[in-house]
């Protein structure tokens, strides 16, 4: 019953081919446990021309990363560095950044979904028109176990800048002096089909220093799903005939860090407490508090609390050890799922830990196939970051067609990583710090 409804759900995944090779395909990609990554030519740290991004922004700042394709993640982002304009060399930010699993759980509880290893989310890498990636270039993949071994190699990566608008604004003391600063992005994505579904993974680098990490979801409604009678679905079309089924995208990411070079990074938990004013005090107090994360965390987001990586190689030229926070966009938490109950996992780095559901890598028995089986108390000396974002999806008729994006991700904000805003103008280098007058 369960192989009926994933095929005529999911029969978009073989537009062009045939269903002996779509079998195939979805075979291959689910794979035994011991299965290892079909990968295109592997990016070191000194990457071949093919396989470099390096971009000088306008504002000075200059992005480089490698990158590869795999079979299961897709696009796979290695050795990311980041310079500002008076660095002298480049900072190192992560060792590796990929997309670890979009569950997918339907609210009527008929499927779910693990789109990455379980139906060829590497292997639906789509071709993109120049249109799509204005002012970049489309460099081409060669995709392992494409779904037509005939043609394996797609234009399907893209790399393009974009304007994101004020960087900051600043009027001095007087009105006669404004400093602005319009900022400007290096965009790296791919669009994946898995079924009716198109995700774009969009990868977002400030020049400021902040990481941005989007998944946004279009394409189309399953037809096949306009069947939600039993009340979790919602009307689409004409009347009350038919109901597009509720369901949710649990989107993880997997950050393995390597802040200024080095795996030994730390992680610190911040959390704010406000309590009543004193007497005779005229405002509330909040006091924040540092928690130190040394040994393996399932955490979970709350009101005035967040997390870094720290580095233990590098600082600031003020002093101040380097990090990245992390940042959580908008996310409805899936609570029917033991991977899905926390939003953010450090584990101590394991080679065969790679999906954050449906690992489909050996990591011997009693390893766990998801990553809440891998927080088990390990000291963390090379911390590796599971972000999960989710979104409920509760259709509606400006859906079709086709339906417009619906984005869900978070953000690395840089603190500490330059001694100032790296975008300051060179009148004010000297305010670093406390000044003896004002701008």
């Not at 779910?112 to 028109?129: I, N, S, V």
């Not at 926070?325 to 033991?338: C, D, I, L, M, W």
């Not at 953010?344 to 998801?370: D, L, M, P, V």
Request: proline share 6%; with cysteine; charged share 20%.
């Amino acid at each position: 019953m369960r192989v009926n409804r994933i095929s005529r759900a999911r029969r978009r995944t073989a537009v062009g081919l045939s269903a002996v090779a779509l079998t195939a395909g979805v075979t291959t990609a689910a794979g035994p446990a011991a299965a290892q990554p079909r990968t295109a030519p592997a990016a070191a740290a000194d990457c071949s021309a093919a396989y470099k991004i390096e971009q000088k922004l306008a504002t000075g700042t200059t992005w480089t990363m490698c990158w590869h394709y795999e079979s299961e993640a897709g696009l796979v982002l290695e050795n990311v560095s980041y310079q500002p304009k008076g660095e002298a060399k480049p900072i190192r930010v992560l060792t590796s950044a990929k997309l670890a699993q979009i569950h997918v759980p339907y609210d009527d509880g008929s499927v779910e979904y693990d789109d990455l290893t379980g139906f060829g989310f590497g292997q639906g890498l789509m071709e993109m028109a120049p249109g799509e990636c204005p002012g970049g270039t489309i460099k081409t993949v060669k995709v392992p176990d494409a779904w037509d071994p005939e043609h394996p190699n797609v234009k399907g990566l893209c790399t393009t800048t974009r304007s994101r608008g004020h960087a900051y604004r600043m009027q001095g003391d007087t009105a006669g002096k404004v400093w602005q600063k319009q900022g400007k992005d290096l965009l790296v994505y791919t669009v994946n089909q898995v079924g009716w579904y198109e995700y774009m993974t969009e990868w977002r680098f400030q020049d400021d220093g902040t990481i941005n990490m989007n998944v946004g979801a279009t394409g189309s409604l399953s037809p096949a799903d306009y069947d939600a009678g039993d009340g979790r679905g919602w009307p689409i079309g004409k009347g009350a005939k038919s109901y597009a089924t509720s369901h949710s995208h649990n989107v993880f990411w997997r950050l393995n860090f390597g802040l200024d070079g080095s795996s030994k990074n730390k992680v610190e938990q911040y959390d704010s407490v406000v309590s009543p004013p004193a007497a005779g005090g005229q405002a509330p107090r909040n006091k924040t508090t540092r928690t130190k994360v040394t040994k393996e965390l399932a955490g979970d987001a709350k009101n005035m609390r967040w997390w870094r990586v720290v580095s233990t190689a590098g600082k600031n030229k003020d002093e101040h050890a380097r990090s990245y926070e992390f940042v959580p966009g908008a996310t409805s938490k899936y609570p029917g799922r033991s991977f899905t109950k926390h939003d953010i996992y450090f584990t101590e780095y394991k080679k065969c830990e790679q999906f954050a559901s449906n690992n489909i890598r050996n990591c011997g028995t009693g390893g766990g196939k998801s990553v809440d089986k891998w927080v088990n108390g390990q000291t963390l000396t090379h911390p590796v970051a599971w972000v999960n974002v989710g979104f409920h999806h509760v259709a509606r008729d400006e859906d079709q067609q086709p339906m417009p994006v619906h984005w869900q991700g978070f953000s690395l904000a840089p603190r500490d990583v330059t001694a100032m805003n790296p975008l300051t103008p060179p009148e004010l280098a000297d305010q670093n710090g406390q000044v003896e007058r004002g701008s």
